[in-house]
T-cell receptor
Framework: DAKTTQPNSMESNEEEPVHLPCNHS???????IHWYRQLPSQGPEYVIH???SNVNNRMASLAIAEDRKSSTLILHRATLRDAAVYYC???????????FGTGTRLKVLA | GAVVSQHPSWVICKSGTSVKIECRSL??????MFWYRQFPKQSLMLMAT?????????EQGVEKDKFLINHASLTLSTLTVTSAHPEDSSFYIC?????????????FGPGTRLTVL
C-alpha cells in the first residue's frame, strides 16, 4: 500500500490561507489522492480528492504536483472551525481501501 | 452529501460480553463498507472491508472470529465484538462507498465509542 507523509502539526492565523503539504512518493498511476479532516470524537469528513489535475470545491483546493509525488491542500481563508486533523490518503484503485497516515493537526489562531 | 449513521454512538459493557455496532447508509446504497478502529491520539486503522452479500476481508492482524462483520443488505453492515476485553476499548468508525463510479469516495459514520470494563 502506498504511504503518505505529512507534518505532524501546523498553525495558521484566522482569515489567512493555509497550505497543508503531503508527500506520496510511492503513488501508483491509478491511485487517487483524497483529503479528509477529523474533529475530536467524530468520523472523518470528506474534503476533496483528485487524480492528476488541480481541483477546487467550496471547501478547499487541491494542488497536485506534475509528477504526482506530492500534493497540497489549500484552505483559502482559515476559520476557527477548520481546526482539525487533516489526512491525506491514497485510495487503492483495485480495492478502494484507504490507508490513513498520521495526519496534520491544524491549529487556527484567533 | 451522502450520510452514514452508526448506532450506538457509545456503549459500555462488561468484559466477556459481545457488542454489536450498526452502520447504515441513509441515502444511498453502499456496495462496500469499511470498518476502522482508532485509539486515542492515533490515526484510523482499517480493520476490514465488507461487500454486500459476501464475506468480509480482514486486514492482517485483525482476528476475524473476534470481530464479526455482516453486510446483509446494501444499506446495513454490522460489527460484533465478541467476548470483549478492556483492550478492545476504542473508537470504531465505519465508512461506506456507493460504488457506482471509479471516482466515488468513502463517507464516514460518526463513530461508536466502546468502553469495556
Amino acid at each position: 500500500d502506498a504511504k503518505t507523509t505529512q507534518p505532524n502539526s501546523m498553525e495558521s492565523n484566522e482569515e489567512e490561507p493555509v497550505h497543508l503539504p503531503c508527500n506520496h512518493s510511492t503513488i501508483s498511476g491509478t491511485d487517487y489522492i483524497h483529503w479528509y479532516r477529523q474533529l475530536p470524537s467524530q468520523g472523518p469528513e470528506y474534503v476533496i480528492h483528485g487524480l492528476t489535475s488541480n481541483v477546487n470545491n467550496r471547501m478547499a483546493s487541491l494542488a497536485i504536483a506534475e509528477d504526482r509525488k506530492s500534493s497540497t491542500l489549500i484552505l483559502h481563508r482559515a476559520t476557527l472551525r477548520d481546526a482539525a486533523v487533516y489526512y491525506c490518503i491514497l485510495r487503492d484503485s483495485g480495492t478502494y481501501k484507504y490507508i490513513f497516515g498520521t495526519g496534520t493537526r491544524l491549529k487556527v489562531l484567533a | 452529501g451522502a450520510v452514514v449513521s452508526q448506532h450506538p454512538s457509545w456503549v459500555i459493557c462488561k468484559s466477556g460480553t459481545s457488542v454489536k455496532i450498526e452502520c447504515r447508509s441513509l441515502d444511498f446504497q453502499a456496495t462496500t463498507m469499511f470498518w476502522y478502529r482508532q485509539f486515542p491520539k492515533q490515526s484510523l486503522m482499517l480493520m476490514a472491508t465488507s461487500n454486500e452479500g459476501s464475506k468480509a476481508t480482514y486486514e492482517q492482524g485483525v482476528e476475524k472470529d473476534k470481530f464479526l462483520i455482516n453486510h446483509a443488505s446494501l444499506t446495513l453492515s454490522t460489527l460484533t465484538v465478541t467476548s470483549a476485553h478492556p483492550e478492545d476499548s476504542s473508537f470504531y468508525i465505519c465508512s461506506a462507498r456507493e460504488g457506482r463510479e471509479r471516482t466515488d469516495t468513502q463517507y464516514f459514520g460518526p463513530g461508536t465509542r466502546l468502553t469495556v470494563l
